[in-house]
């Protein structure tokens, strides 16, 4: 047992998509959450400034004697993530192998990706699934409004909508009905999602594949804590106002902010 917290990272409120997850299947793990709302949005920076506040944001987390780190992040995943576990010996684990992991077992052979404009154009999901699916068909698209409309606590208003609208055309038309949310901000859409496509679609919410692995990993290493005292913590290279209504959203358990 190691009743050390799980740290987890991301840009700002997208990643707490990924605590909820974590603490549905994990309940007795402490967490502190790190969100980098300083530098938000990671989406349209480039691979050297996100290995570089990754790389902050891991040496910030390290600091809280972690036991390890959740790069709760797709945008971080898809670039920095190789270099961090280069450079770090604590265990590190993003979005992305999970979730191909997942698809994988489901044998599934035609996928949409939803994800940030970093991330799209680094080809992280596309080339980490089709290295491991054989014939898989993978169909893209960057959302480069959607991480910053759900940030600032817009996502369900007409903003939102237009933005949904738009950016599902491509798997409207073909009716792609498996879609990863490639980025941790996405499930906030997914009510917006389901009521655009109008068809039977499984929206793949990477905060479950990665909850799912960790509940594995952490078996595997007996580093599992079984007795919690501690409360959640989250925090923030700069404070945001909007942070604590969303955090509400999103989770069902009140996080401490600072
Ligand atoms: N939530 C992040 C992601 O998964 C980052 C979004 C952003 O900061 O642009 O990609």
Redesign the pocket.
């Known amino acids: 047992m190691d009743k050390r917290p799980i740290g987890i990272f991301?840009?700002?409120v997208?990643?707490l998509t990924i605590l909820a997850e974590i603490k549905k299947q994990l309940p007795n793990e402490n967490i502190v959450y790190l969100g980098d709302t300083a530098n938000?949005?990671?989406?349209d920076k480039s691979k050297d400034e996100i290995i570089n506040f990754s790389r902050n944001n891991v040496k910030r987390l390290i600091k809280e004697n972690v036991k390890m780190i959740v790069i709760a992040?797709?945008?971080a995943t898809s670039q920095a993530i190789d270099t961090l576990k280069k450079e770090f010996d604590i265990p590190i684990i993003g979005i992305i192998e999970p979730t191909v992991k997942y698809i994988k077992e489901k044998k599934y052979k035609k996928i949409g990706v939803i994800?940030?404009e970093g991330?799209i154009k680094s080809k992280a999901w596309e080339s980490a699934l089709k290295n491991n699916i054989n014939d898989i068909q993978v169909i893209n698209k960057a959302c480069p409004m959607l991480?910053t409309i759900a940030e600032e606590g817009r996502a369900m208003g007409e903003e939102g909508k237009r933005a949904i609208k738009e950016y599902m055309k491509p798997f409207k038309q073909n009716k792609i009905d498996k879609i990863i949310l490639g980025?941790?901000?996405y499930p906030i859409y997914e009510k917006l999602i389901k009521e655009e496509l109008e068809y039977d679609v499984e929206l793949i919410n990477t905060g479950i594949t990665v909850a799912n692995y960790l509940k594995f990993y952490l078996n595997e290493k007996n580093a599992q804590n079984t007795s919690r005292k501690d409360k959640e913590i989250a925090y923030l290279t700069k404070p945001e106002p909007y942070f604590k209504n969303i955090a509400k959203n999103i989770l069902d358990f009140d996080i401490k902010i600072k």
């Open positions: 991301d840009s700002g997208g990643g938000f949005p990671y989406g992040c797709g945008t994800a940030t991330t991480a980025c941790t901000h």
